[in-house]
Structures are given as structure tokens and as C-alpha cells.
């Protein structure tokens, strides 16, 4: 559920060819894509039996240490490439300058390249160390799928042993994430971790399997297995005692997650943000329509185009779950108070869709209920224009200090 504008690679794992090494450490530029404009980062270094080796980010789309064949390396030039999606780069090394020509699919565009580490994204809402509140390191154990989870425990300003606070525990969108939903160079979990905790709000966040600290493998995993993981964070947190009401807050399949659990009773209450209420093939023809109509392309993506389009490729376990449930039967079947909220530039999870069948099933189902579509955000809750909702890391706000307002005040209400 995370597309974003035209993605130039997959993170396809390839092995290295090795040649001598002159150009060494961290290059960068910027490709002019027409109304895109890509950071490109090239690491070049060596493995740990001393071969040669290169890595590729592009920021913008999330991408961060994608291996590439090096078909050649000397003292002034460069060639690689990444056969599975045509991608090619060559260049020459010209007073300090890597000058060269990125190739793609019939599409030839120059690269310049230069050396050092790029600019680090401005962050301004992420909290730095020392915290005014106290974190401590966890695990809890799904047994049933033998994966051990391991997060960080976030306590409110001014928490005292016994003190009867609300907690909520944190799960990611799709795709393997870590305990901060760190994506796009921004770490939304971290931000409202750290807001929770002035607003007297404790909050669990761990690593997705396979990914940090957590151990399991997650390959064969759907939204099923994900959900395990998360009512078994749910169950230490209500083991430790240290706490009162036990939430769970989710974002993307996250929130549709919450949905599953809310279905089961084993919360207290749900903070959707951005969940999905309508079935899977549905959602991802909304998705691919949604980014043609802002590219000014015809939507008319159908459902049926989509799932012949996933049934050629390899089978995928998450996603032929996902193209298939509809979390319509776990959300009718809530009683608990659920906050549900989508921002109306969300071109993921749109809320005309999503947010509205929420509504119909659960606003009668518990007078605590919250639901709201807040303007001009994306699907990260950041403020937005419609034409640039998808450039989640260009913007520099990680979440809407409204929407954190009304999580935090809604939580205390309870």
C-alpha cells in the first residue's frame, strides 16, 4: 500500500562482479526525471572478504541499499547496472566530477555525480536524545510462528511505578518495516511515540519480523500472521500490569490490522490511521487510479486488470491474502471505541472509500467512536497539495501536529 510516482527499481538482490577499485565511498546527484527530480546515491566499498561492491539509494522512493553488478571499476571511470530493470549507469571521472548518463527502459538521461554524503533530510519534528521521559528496550514472543519480537517501551513524562496510564501498541504499514515505521527518511512511530509520552500516553513499537531485532521470517507472512505478532505484544503489555486501558494503533495495514484484533476483542481500544476497509483488489485499482488522475493520465484501471496482472507474476503469500480479504466482516463485528482517521489527499487508503464504509458499520456501534478526514493531508498525515501528495520525502513534516492533538486527546477521553 505504499506506491508512490514512477519507481525506477526493485530491491532485487544480485551478486557483485569485482574489478579494481579506484572510485571508492559515497557519490551522489541528481537526476532530472522530467517532474521528478531523484536523488541518486552510490556507495562504492568492499564486502567482508574484500571485493569489491556497490549499493544504490534513491531516497525519494523509499530505496536504500540496493545491490548492483559493477561491470567495471578503474581509477577514472564506472559501469553498472541492475539487468532486471534495464537500469544502466556509466561515467567518467572529470575534475572531481563523475559525469555520466543513466539509462533506463529507452530512456537516456545524463547523471553527474559527486563525491561525499548528501545533504541529510531537515526532520524538524523528530525528538532528539535526552528524552524527558523514560524508554527501556523489550521483546515478546509469538510462539505459535516462533518469532521473537523487539521494540521500545516508551513511558509517559513523569510516570511513577503503578500508575494506572493508558499504553498503545504500534503497528506498521506494509512491507518490512522497524519499530519507527522508518520510511522516506521520516520515522512517524518515533514522533508520536514521543508526542504520546508528554500527553501522559505510554506506547510499545517494535521491529517487524526479520527486520532490526525481531527475529521470525517473514516471507511466507499475510496480514493474518502480522495480526499474531501484534496480539502477542498486546498480551505482554497487559502480563506487565504497569498499565491501564491497552490500545493498539495502527497505520495503513496497520490500522486494518487493528480492525482484525478489535474484531477479536483483544483491545481496549483502536486508532486507525489510514486503514483499509474495502477488499484488497478494490483498494489497489483505487491506488493506481488515484496516481493517474494526478499525472493527468485516464484512470480507468479495473479490478480485473489488476488481478491478471498479479496472477502472472510469482506468487506472493501477503498478497494474494490481501487481494482477497475484506475487512468489512472484522470491522461490523467491533464494539470498543475506534478512532478512525484518513487524510483526503491519501492516495493510498482514499477516504471517499475507506473512511466512509467505516463510518456506515461503526457509528452506532459505540458512543466514544471518532471518525474524521482531515484536509490537505497524505497518507502519512502530512500537509500536502494534491499534486504532491505522494512526495512524502520532500516534505518535511512527518505527521500533523493536529492529527497527534486529537489521537493524544481522544486516548486521555477514554
Given amino acids: 500500500m ?85 537500469l544502466a549507469y556509466s561515467a567518467t571521472l572529470e575534475n572531481d ?15 553527474n555525480l559527486t563525491s561525499g554524503e548528501a545533504k541529510k533530510a531537515n526532520r524538524p519534528q523528530e525528538p532528539k536524545e535526552p528524552f524527558d521521559y ?25 510516570y511513577t511505578e503503578g500508575k494506572q496510564v493508558p499504553v498503545v501498541l504500534m503497528v506498521t504499514g506494509s512491507g518490512a518495516q ?31 519480523r526479520g527486520v532490526g531485532k525481531s527475529t521470525g521470517n517473514p516471507s511466507a507472512c499475510t496480514s493474518a500472521d502480522f495480526a499474531n505478532d501484534a496480539k502477542a505484544g498486546l498480551a505482554w503489555l497487559r502480563s506487565s500490569k504497569k498499565f491501564g486501558k491497552v ?16 474484531a477479536d476483542k483483544e483491545a481496549d481500544f483502536i486508532v486507525s490511521m489510514a486503514g483499509s476497509a474495502i477488499k484488497g483488489d478494490t483498494l489497489i485499482a483505487e491506488q493506481q487510479n488515484a496516481i493517474l488522475r494526478i499525472n493527468g493520465m485516464p484512470a480507468n484501471r ?27 466482516t472484522a470491522i461490523a463485528k467491533i464494539t470498543i471505541p475506534v478512532m478512525a482517521i484518513n487524510g483526503s489527499h491519501d492516495m493510498q487508503v482514499l477516504p471517499t472509500s475507506n473512511l466512509t464504509v467505516i463510518k456506515g458499520l461503526l457509528k452506532s456501534k459505540n458512543e466514544k467512536n471518532f471518525f474524521k478526514e482531515y484536509p490537505e493531508l497524505n497518507h502519512l498525515f502530512q500537509h500536502c497539495k494534491l499534486n504532491n501528495a505522494l512526495d512524502y520525502y520532500k516534505i518535511e513534516e512527518t505527521c500533523s501536529p493536529e492529527v497527534l492533538s486529537d489521537i493524544a486527546n481522544w486516548i486521555n477521553s477514554l
Avoid at 12 to 26: K, N, V, W
Fill in 2 to 86: 505504499k506506491n508512490t510516482l514512477l519507481w525506477i527499481l526493485v530491491a532485487l538482490m544480485y551478486p557483485t562482479i569485482s574489478y579494481a577499485q579506484e572510485i571508492t565511498g559515497t557519490w551522489h546527484g541528481k537526476l532530472n526525471a522530467g517532474r521528478q527530480q531523484l536523488e541518486i546515491i552510490f556507495h562504492f566499498g568492499k564486502t567482508d572478504d574484500g571485493k569489491n561492491s556497490c549499493k544504490m539509494d534513491i531516497p525519494e522512493q523509499g530505496a536504500r541499499n540496493i545491490p548492483v553488478n559493477l561491470s567495471q571499476l578503474t581509477k577514472s571511470s564506472v559501469s553498472l547496472e541492475i539487468p532486471a530493470i534495464n
Fill in 97 to 111: 566530477t563523475l559525469k555520466g548518463t543513466f539509462k533506463q527502459n529507452g530512456m537516456t538521461l545524463p547523471l
Fill in 134 to 158: 523514560k524508554t527501556e528496550e523489550v521483546t515478546f514472543t509469538n510462539a505459535a510462528d516462533n518469532a521473537t519480537l523487539a521494540g521500545t517501551l516508551t513511558y509517559p513524562t513523569e
Fill in 178 to 208: 522497524n519499530r519507527n515505521e522508518e520510511l522516506f527518511e521520516h520515522k512517524p512511530f518515533l514522533v508520536i511515540a514521543d508526542y504520546l509520552a508528554k500527553q501522559g500516553i505510554a506506547s510499545l513499537r517494535y521491529d517487524d
Fill in 247 to 262: 490500545g493498539i494503533l495502527g497505520h495503513s495495514e496497520g490500522g486494518m490490522i487493528a480492525f482484525m484484533i478489535g
Fill in 302 to 328: 479495473t479490478v480485473e486488470q489488476v488481478r491478471e496482472e498479479i496472477a502472472a507474476k510469482p506468487k506472493n503469500a501477503w498478497l494474494d491474502y490481501f487481494l482477497n480479504y475484506d475487512p468489512t
